[in-house]
T-cell receptor, first 109, second 115 residues
């Protein structure tokens, strides 16, 4: 079983739409969670951390549900520039991060 | 430097040759990680350095792979007797000690093609 699992998509949404991604993690001892964004043929870049109480950064909202072991990312008012692959990450008690395979988003004009 | 620097950005090598990939982390970052990403696949952990030591090298796929870090800074990943299945993008990342708080910063990667 993979440490982190995501729906690969693709998600194709019109500009201005709201879109949500979920991912699940298998290790209940995972301590930290992140969302990374990866553009085509580029390196992953940190989008936001995910805190237990949930957190928001502009149009982006991240939520953590420890009981069900999933995290989510909500993007409101989608922009063309949001088109990318979104990677879910769980960190265990060590320093290794476990990355999901990513969810592809295309925002359509 | 301002970011994580990796070289070369692209490398094409013949099967059976050795290759060395270099990573120069962000100045002051004590932790350094190597991952690889194959086409359409997720990131696969290879090895983690804290300072010059490697407390976790569990992800190295075979004994053809080795890595070292000197001076708590630059790291090299060496692949001996390359095989076609080694073709991938090799990503280096660095972080302040508490990566669980700050996350990683990745370099732009080395795209390795074994022909």
């Amino acid at each position: 079983r993979k440490e982190v699992e995501q729906d690969p998509g693709p998600f194709n949404v019109p500009e201005g739409a709201t879109v949500a991604f979920n991912c699940t993690y298998s290790n209940s001892a995972s301590q930290s969670f992140f969302w990374y964004r990866q553009d085509c043929r580029k390196e992953p870049k940190l989008l936001m951390s995910v805190y237990s109480s949930g957190n928001e950064d502009g149009r982006f909202t991240a939520q953590l549900n420890r009981a069900s072991q999933y995290i989510s990312l909500l993007i409101r008012d989608s922009k063309l520039s949001d088109s990318a692959t979104y990677l879910c990450v769980a960190a265990n008690t060590g320093n290794q991060f476990y990355f999901g395979t990513g969810t592809s988003l295309t925002v359509i004009p | 430097g301002a970011g994580v620097s990796q070289s070369p950005s692209n490398k094409v090598t013949e099967k059976g040759k050795d290759v060395e990939l270099r990573c120069d982390p962000i100045s002051g970052h004590t932790a350094l990680y190597w991952y690889r990403q194959s086409l359409g696949q997720g990131l696969e952990f290879l090895i983690y350095f804290q300072g010059n030591s490697a407390p976790d090298k569990s992800g190295l796929p075979s004994d053809r792979f080795s890595a070292e870090r000197t001076g708590g800074s630059v790291s090299t990943l060496t692949i001996q007797r390359t095989q076609q299945e080694d073709s991938a993008v090799y990503l280096c990342a660095s972080s302040l000690g508490e990566s669980k708080i700050y996350g990683y910063t990745f370099g732009s990667g080395t795209r390795l093609t074994v022909v």
